[in-house]
């Protein structure tokens, strides 16, 4: 899941509006922002796999630090602290905390059986959406257009880089996700780590354009 991961953080804005839309966006894409990195210094693994699925072309070998539901509910507790320590907003915090959960929800309907429970285990689950293209196309394209409604309806611009900038932003990600479905794989793994590190600068956009925007008052 990618856009889908997005549409929580978007939702939330309007849960929590005084907490900026990089932190939002951080948070329910955190595993896979931790991802490439623990894949480049050999912590985890993947294989290039076309036909995994209909959806990836990626068999997720080993991500027991990244993805693991034990760890990614540490991952939600670290970054929860470190945005309650900066803001001293409880109720965001926890937002944010459960947002990183979310993350392991949301894979857990998608992936195959290959999400683990614990680091040291063997056990794996996923209930297996990504067996189904237009099944997993309409769940993210749902939950993306939700997601994207709650934030415009939470905010709005207050001048043209808070409105080109949400935009292309929201335009970005869908580009992105449609080439990942339809375009080629990756040419090896550390190609596919080294690009997805890009995922870090997206909360930054996000945060920039969001300082663009005002809260809409509630009616």
């Known amino acids: 899941m990618f856009i889908g991961h997005y549409a929580v953080g978007l939702a939330l804005k309007g849960a929590t509006p005084r907490t900026s839309l990089g932190w939002l966006a951080a948070a329910p894409q955190l595993p ?11 912590w985890e693994r993947v294989s290039i796999a076309p036909g995994a699925t209909q959806v990836t072309p990626l068999a997720f070998d080993s991500y027991p630090y990244s993805h693991s539901l034990l760890m990614v509910c540490g ?4 970054l929860g602290a470190l945005y309650l320590s900066r803001s001293r907003h409880l109720t965001a915090a926890v937002l944010i905390g459960l947002a990183v959960v979310s993350h392991w929800v949301l894979d857990w309907v998608t992936h195959v059986p290959d999400l683990p429970l614990v680091p040291w285990s063997q056990t794996r689950v996923g209930l297996g959406l990504w067996n189904s293209l237009p099944a997993t196309v309409a769940v993210e394209f749902t939950m993306y257009a939700a997601g994207l409604w709650w934030y415009v309806r939470a905010t709005r611009p207050r001048d043209r880089q808070g409105q080109l900038g949400f935009a292309a932003f929201a335009v970005f990600l869908l580009v992105v996700y449609v080439a990942t479905l339809f375009g080629p794989p990756p040419p090896d793994v550390r190609s596919l780590a080294l690009v997805t590190l890009l995922l870090w600068l997206l909360p930054l956009w996000a945060a920039w354009f969001d300082r663009h ?4 008052p509630a009616s």
């Open 32 to 42: 896979d922002l931790l991802w490439p990195v623990f894949l480049l210094i050999g």
């Open 75 to 78: 991952w939600g507790l670290l």
């Open 213 to 216: 925007r005002v809260t809409t």
